[in-house]
């Protein structure tokens, strides 16, 4: 207990001192007060590890005092000394985190005994912190690597299923970056712009089932061929929907080709049991999809993909999806988020 530091509080000068020598034949450093305002100023201006504070004092009392000690200063460890035999009052200070509640008058042994303890537990406090304090940061560093691991794996996932179909190479990147960038327009809390990037990196996994020679066929699909395309939303679905995510992956997956007005598919879904990042996703994807070339045809560029949104406003697509959408390109011109996606790209990580 040597070179620990307690400031003891009385405004009755022979008590005062009485607990000052008590103190020190452990071997404890002291300062006295005799008041609250002098606590405080002692406070302010030293490092202490434990008080020793009177109930009643001139002033403002002991339990203010300890009050606000506790509340400042949690790190100081609290014991009352008082001449109020009060059980309730004890407990009032006990509730309030004091270490002790020590009844004038007192034995030496009674403060010694009072203060080790207190002291111990400090110290067992202080470790304990330590050591909450390093898993934190333990956690926090496997959490970022796990993120950063998942990241890899969507991507490559993502670039898999794009190597059976160059021609919509990137097209699961551009999509998810700009859901990303309407998902800021919206507001949406990070957790939700997270699980939404996501969906978006890999929301036509179900093609992998499809023969490439239909994916990349240069002319009019058939009837037969076009139902097997639409196929893939269930198939993604089908794929994940056993893994647990953080997020509604596969249920974003799943409905990203639904359309409010229940001409969508697979389900025919209508707006209210549509997820709204699905909705996001849906327009994220039919932008990107007019503005890309495809094999059957060049792309048509943004104001044809503007204005197809806006024709379907309220009827295919969620009227404030599209108006973030159309506010996105036509208002900042160039369709730029301001949140940054670069950043997203490089930590797995949605601000």
Request: proline share 5%; with cysteine.
């Amino acid at each position: 207990m040597e070179n620990r530091k307690i400031l003891i509080v009385d405004d009755e000068s022979p008590i005062l001192r009485l607990l000052e020598r008590t103190v020190e034949k452990i071997g404890c450093q002291t300062v006295c007060a005799l008041s609250a305002e002098e606590a405080r100023t002692a406070i302010a201006a030293q490092s202490f590890d434990l008080l020793l504070c009177d109930l009643y004092l001139p002033g403002e009392s002991g339990m203010e005092l300890v009050r606000w000690v506790r509340a400042e200063y949690p790190h100081i460890g609290v014991i009352m000394v008082s001449g109020e035999d009060s059980p309730q009052v004890a407990e009032q200070a006990l509730e309030m985190g004091v270490f002790g509640y020590i009844i004038k008058p007192f034995k030496a042994n009674e403060i010694i005994i009072n203060i080790s303890s207190a002291l111990r537990r400090q110290q067992l406090e202080a470790e304990n912190r330590a050591r909450q304090e390093d898993l934190g940061q333990l956690v926090n560093t496997r959490t970022t690597e796990l993120q950063r691991a998942f990241h890899g794996i969507i991507q490559a996932i993502s670039q898999i299923l794009e190597s059976r179909d160059p021609y919509t190479a990137g097209h699961q990147q551009r999509v998810s970056e700009l859901a990303l960038a309407l998902s800021h327009e919206l507001d949406c809390p990070p957790e939700q712009r997270t699980g939404l990037y996501y969906a978006g990196m890999i929301h036509d996994l179900g093609k992998i089932a499809i023969p490439s020679e239909i994916l990349s066929k240069p002319t009019r699909l058939t009837h037969l061929e076009f139902g097997l395309i639409k196929g893939h939303s269930q198939a993604g679905y089908n794929m994940l929907k056993d893994i647990t995510f953080p997020w509604p992956i596969a249920e974003i997956i799943l409905q990203h080709h639904e359309r409010i007005d229940g001409s969508g598919y697979p389900q025919g879904l209508q707006s209210e049991d549509i997820l709204f990042e699905a909705k996001i996703l849906a327009v994220a994807d039919v932008v990107e999809a007019m503005t890309s070339h495809r094999p059957y045809r060049p792309g048509l560029g943004i104001e044809a993909a503007l204005e197809e949104i806006e024709q379907g406003r309220g009827t295919l697509y969620d009227p404030d999806v599209v108006d973030a959408c159309l506010g996105l390109f036509r208002d900042k011109g160039d369709g730029q988020s301001p949140h940054g996606w670069g950043e997203f790209r490089s930590t797995g990580q949605c601000r």
